[in-house]
């Protein structure tokens, strides 16, 4: 379809398995252009006109400069080969066609890989609407993924049955499916079937004005959320207020009872997709849908307003020098480690968070992101100064400067999917 | 959030760096955090000069120098009076931008602020060259790439080697390419393509 539209849209509904099939094409696509295939993960962009900077952001365009985004981007596309992949489009989706419009116009060897639950509705646009897997091929997914985890598994006849039924069960949806193989450590295929039938006796039934194959995924993800342990439960929903990922040390300073260990369990049992960013960096992010889920059980748990303090505290430790000046090479390699984090950022320094107005630090947030982000540094060293005793603490034992030598994380393009 | 109105700035999301700035000046205010309050204010002028519109910029910088000034910061009072100068000068005002840029080099030297003086010889050196004096322009533009080198701002630099390598271009072509090279090199590891001018 690249071949014959400069314009595919990958369509269907979540968990049907879009941005992984959108990473494999990108990935067959690389070694055809010339200027490489750029993901732009669009689930962190909170408003329409970011589309623009974050696909910027991504293809690597840095640095002031007098015209708008669009023109740099169109600026920096215009001679190259590049497939662009914009991934998950539908809450910007009026941003995505815009953008699209103004790019494959001007742009003649560009080529642009959307994922949506809509299609885009540009002229020109091909649409390949995902459905879900046959019952086949659903089967061998799950013995797929199931055996990267228990290689010796060889499913008998008993087996087989239950892993057909498994995926019958979450409606043969890619992501369901994963979220079951990944507890075959554990767990027989038998016994995941029995496990989720008896979850979704409860969450299975049919509720008013809810899409089947959304009810199925939220159940599988329920499901596989209700056979953590309480420290990764905690842990996992601690991670619903990362904005566009996170990195390990993110992570610990989030997300309570956070460790190496659990965010490796938590990997594995597919509810955490690793994102490589760079030689000398991992990022890590949840799937929309999940994260979602996670957003849900970290109000219920009342746990929310004391995440997003966290959250911005770990995010408020970021400063500048005033000696460093403004475009200095320092500022850059200061800056650019926070580069992916950038939407983090925002979203900690917005006031659009759901009860922000009160944390539990016992300060407004408008107080506590003024006072966290009057850490300075002199030429001489560090030198803090806080109006929070908390903040100042986070920002010592966070060690934050030591991330100064790590390198831009444009070079990242694929993410290491769970489905 | 000085910070990440410079990292959105990096990232060329300039309405994004444009909001931070100013809910950083806000909260400054609020705060009675007087330095970090000049700081947003020098970051918005330099924003105004992107855009073309020095009027604007001189009101944050009389702002933030009138800061500097009240707190006996010599240093953020050498930078905003150096930017200043440069307002004057993108208005035609040759010598009310000289006098401002001579007052900041002063400055600059008794703090021994090298990014001050950079500036001010820099934009010192730009005068100087539009009045046709290339020896005393190309002087300017020595001290100013000298100060401005251990920094590598992409915003000053490159220009202060482009000006160089404009003295230099009839006389020795071969070292003005060679700036160039250099300029553009810095531009291209920071970012930007700023032209100010």
Same mark, same amino acid.
Not at chain 1, 5 to 16: E, S
Not at chain 1, 222 to 232: C, G, I, Q, R
Not at chain 1, 235 to 246: D, I, K, N, T, W
Not at chain 2, 125 to 152: K, M, N, V, W
């Given at each position: ?10 369509? +269907?509904?979540?968990?049907?398995? *879009?941005?992984?099939?959108?990473v494999?094409? +990108? ?77 494959? #116009? ?14 885009? +509705? ?19 997914l ?86 953590? !342990? ?26 309570? #009872? &956070? ?7 938590l ?8 994102v490589?960013?760079?030689q000398?960096r ?36 970021? +400063? ?24 983090n ?29 009057l850490? *300075?540094?002199? $030429?001489?060293?560090?030198? *803090?100064?806080?109006?929070? #005793? ?30 | &959030? ?12 300039v ?10 000046a ?29 009027? *604007? ?14 707190? #006996? ?15 004057? &000068? ?5 010598a ?16 021994? !602020? ?31 790439? $000298? ?47 700023f032209?100010?001018?």
């Amino acid at each position: 379809m690249l071949r014959r539209a400069r314009l595919v849209t990958l369509t +269907g509904p979540a968990g049907v398995g *879009k941005t992984r099939m959108a990473v494999e094409l +990108g990935r067959g696509q690389a070694r055809h252009r010339a200027d490489g295939v750029w993901w732009v993960d669009l689930s962190s962009v909170g408003r329409a006109e970011d589309v623009t900077a974050e696909t910027a952001r991504v293809l690597g365009i840095r640095g002031a400069a007098r015209d708008a985004t669009t023109d740099a981007v169109r600026r920096y596309v215009a001679d190259r080969d590049v497939l662009v992949l914009l991934d998950n489009c539908e809450h910007v989706l009026d941003a995505c066609a815009e953008l699209g419009m103004t790019l494959l #116009g001007s742009c003649l060897n560009l080529r642009i890989l959307a994922t949506s639950r809509e299609p885009l +509705g540009l002229a020109g646009e091909a649409v390949w609407r995902l459905e879900p897997l046959s019952p086949e091929h659903s089967y061998h997914l799950f013995l797929e993924r199931a055996r990267e985890r228990s290689p010796e598994l060889v499913p008998d006849e008993d087996s087989e049955a239950a892993i057909l039924d498994i995926c019958a069960r979450v409606d043969r949806l890619p992501l369901g499916i994963e979220l079951a193989a990944a507890r075959v450590r554990l767990m027989s295929p038998n016994e995941i079937l029995t496990s989720l039938d008896d979850h979704l006796g409860e969450l299975g039934r049919p509720r008013r004005l809810t899409p089947a194959h959304h009810r199925s995924v939220r159940a599988a993800v329920e499901w596989s959320y209700t056979l953590l !342990d309480p420290v990764e439960q905690t842990s996992f929903r601690g991670l619903a207020v990362f904005v566009g990922g996170f990195d390990a040390d993110a992570a610990r300073a989030v997300a309570p #009872g &956070m460790s190496l260990d659990v965010l490796a369990r938590l990997v594995d049992k597919s509810l955490i997709m690793v994102v490589p960013a760079g030689q000398h960096r991992t990022r890590y992010r949840l799937l929309d849908t999940i994260r979602a889920y996670a957003l849900e059980q970290l109000a219920l748990a009342d746990e929310a307003a004391a995440a997003w303090a966290r959250h911005l505290r770990y995010f408020s430790t970021i +400063g500048i020098p005033v000696e460093y000046g403004f475009m200095s090479a320092r500022v850059v390699s200061l800056l650019e480690p926070w580069v992916a984090d950038y939407g983090n950022v925002r979203a900690a320094l917005s006031g659009r968070r759901p009860q922000s107005r009160v944390w539990r630090c016992g300060c407004s947030p408008r107080r506590a992101i003024s006072s966290s982000f009057l850490v *300075k540094q002199t $030429e001489a060293g560090w030198q *803090k100064r806080s109006y929070n #005793g908390a903040l100042s603490a986070t920002a010592i034992e966070r060690g934050s400067w030591s991330r100064l030598a790590i390198s831009p994380s444009s070079s990242a393009m694929f993410p290491t999917l769970p489905v | &959030m000085v910070a990440a109105g410079h990292l959105a700035f990096q990232l060329r999301n300039v309405p994004d760096a444009a909001g931070l700035m100013t809910q950083a000046a806000e909260i400054s205010i609020e705060l009675g955090e007087r330095g970090a309050e000049a700081a947003a204010h020098l970051f918005l002028e330099l924003q105004q000069m992107f855009a073309g519109a020095p009027g *604007k910029a001189r009101g944050h910088l009389t702002t933030a120098r009138a800061i500097a000034q009240e707190t #006996g910061d010599l240093v953020g009072e050498a930078r905003s009076t150096a930017a200043l100068g440069l307002t004057y &000068m993108m208005e035609g005002d040759a010598a009310g931008a000289r006098d401002l840029l001579q007052a900041a080099l002063a400055m600059g030297l008794t703090t021994q !602020d090298r990014w001050s003086q950079g500036a001010a010889y820099l934009y010192l050196g730009i005068l100087t060259e539009s009045s046709a004096d290339p020896q005393a322009a190309s002087s300017y533009f020595r001290e100013a790439i $000298e100060c401005q080198h251990p920094y590598g701002d992409s915003t000053l630099l490159p220009v202060a080697l482009l000006g160089q390598a404009s003295v230099l271009v009839r006389s020795d072509p071969a070292t003005a390419l060679q700036i160039i090279a250099a300029a553009s090199a810095v531009r291209t590891r920071n970012g930007g393509e700023f032209t100010p001018f």
